[in-house]
């Protein structure tokens, strides 16, 4: 079975990584979108995503690990939903910024800046390992 890579975004305000880490396990509910919610259904226990930190920050911040796949979502009194349950895995050795996204040309197709407003995302393989190098290079101007 192929590993498959998202991205999900979350406003800090309302759920922030840190939120993530003190609960050990979350749900990721609460999408409205139906092609989100299809990426949700279409998630499986084992996948990674990248938390995004969306409107305050906007930067990838941490990777998670889908612990829990085809659910149903608890605050959707219709049933017609997705949700999944995820787990932190760890930080970033620094955020990875959307304007650092923009500016690299090899990320210029990633579904984080073609369709902006979808808060779940896949990220093909390429785009994940190159965002995973860029965690780990020092800013120009940083120590």
Same mark, same amino acid.
């Given at each position: 079975?192929?590993? /498959?890579?998202?991205?999900?975004?979350?406003?800090?305000?309302?759920?922030?990584?840190?939120?993530?880490?003190?609960?050990?396990?979350?749900?990721?509910? =609460?999408?409205?979108?139906?092609?989100?919610?299809?990426?949700?259904?279409?998630?499986?226990? =084992?996948?990674?995503?990248?938390?995004?930190?969306?409107?305050?920050?906007?930067? @990838?911040?941490?990777? @998670?690990?889908?612990?829990?796949? =085809?659910?149903? +979502?608890?605050?959707?009194?219709?049933?017609?939903?997705?949700?999944?349950?995820?787990?932190?895995?760890?930080?970033?050795?620094?955020?990875?910024?959307?304007?650092?996204?923009?500016?690299?040309?090899?990320?210029?197709?990633? +579904?984080?800046?073609?369709?902006?407003?979808? /808060?779940?995302?896949?990220?093909?393989? +390429?785009?994940?390992?190159?965002?995973?190098?860029?965690?780990?290079?020092?800013?120009?101007?940083?120590?």
């Amino acid at each position: 079975m192929t590993k /498959s890579y998202w991205l999900m975004k979350s406003e800090p305000d309302a759920y922030s990584w840190d939120d993530l880490v003190e609960q050990g396990e979350g749900t990721w509910d =609460g999408v409205r979108n139906h092609l989100a919610a299809r990426n949700l259904r279409t998630m499986k226990r =084992g996948d990674e995503a990248f938390f995004y930190h969306s409107n305050i920050g906007l930067e @990838i911040v941490g990777i @998670i690990r889908i612990s829990k796949d =085809g659910m149903t +979502d608890p605050t959707d009194e219709t049933g017609k939903w997705a949700a999944v349950k995820v787990m932190p895995v760890r930080k970033l050795a620094r955020p990875v910024t959307l304007k650092e996204i923009k500016a690299t040309p090899e990320l210029a197709e990633m +579904d984080l800046l073609r369709q902006s407003r979808l /808060s779940v995302s896949m990220v093909r393989p +390429d785009e994940w390992n190159l965002i995973l190098t860029m965690a780990k290079r020092k800013l120009p101007g940083t120590k």
